[in-house]
């Protein structure tokens, strides 16, 4: 499993390389997009991306890790120097990006506002309170049931692979 920080390094990348724009160095868009990624990996492989805890927060899961990640961690990611991430790694950041990654970053807490595994962490505690509970993974990966599986390198859910019968075409 990779470095929290390499995997964060990486999603900028992958968001800049994507959409040809600047990640305007956004620490709530980056937390949001990691708990997705967690998520992501949970529902498509069944297993974690990273070890580290979120923590319910006000605004959606906190990495507390990555708190002031671009003031005191952040270094561009090199993907000529850097072979520390899987492909595994790389495809779930990359599928992330696919899906979420044209949303601003209140859209993004928002969406995590939905998940169980956040409302659980936020329990007894009103909407102004910080909050620093623990969101279990087990938590996340209940959450993770409940997403539509997608393949950004074909562009469509994984489950519309199944309805497709025409012959694929050699080249």
Not at 38 to 45: D, F, G, H, K, N
Not at 120 to 126: P, Q
Request: hydrophobic share 35%; aromatic share 14%.
């Amino acid at each position: 499993m990779s470095d929290l920080k390499k995997l964060a390094q990486y999603m900028v990348y992958s968001y800049e390389i994507r959409s040809n724009s600047q990640f305007n160095n956004s620490e709530l868009k980056l937390q949001k997009l990691m708990y997705l990624a967690q998520r992501e990996s949970l529902a498509l492989t069944n297993e974690p991306l990273f070890d580290n805890d979120f923590e319910g927060w006000k605004y959606g899961p906190v990495l507390p890790q990555l708190r002031f990640f671009f003031e005191n961690d952040y270094a561009p990611f090199d993907p000529v120097k850097e072979k520390c991430l899987s492909d595994k790694e790389q495809y779930v950041i990359d599928n992330v990006i696919a899906q979420y990654g044209q949303f601003e970053a209140w859209a993004l807490a928002d969406l995590t506002h939905k998940e169980n595994s956040w409302l659980k962490s936020r329990n007894g505690l009103s909407d102004s309170d910080h909050g620093y509970s623990h969101i279990n993974v087990d938590d996340i990966r209940e959450d993770a049931k409940k997403v539509r599986l997608y393949d950004h390198e074909y562009d469509m859910y994984i489950d519309e692979f199944e309805d497709f019968d025409d012959e694929v075409l050699a080249l």
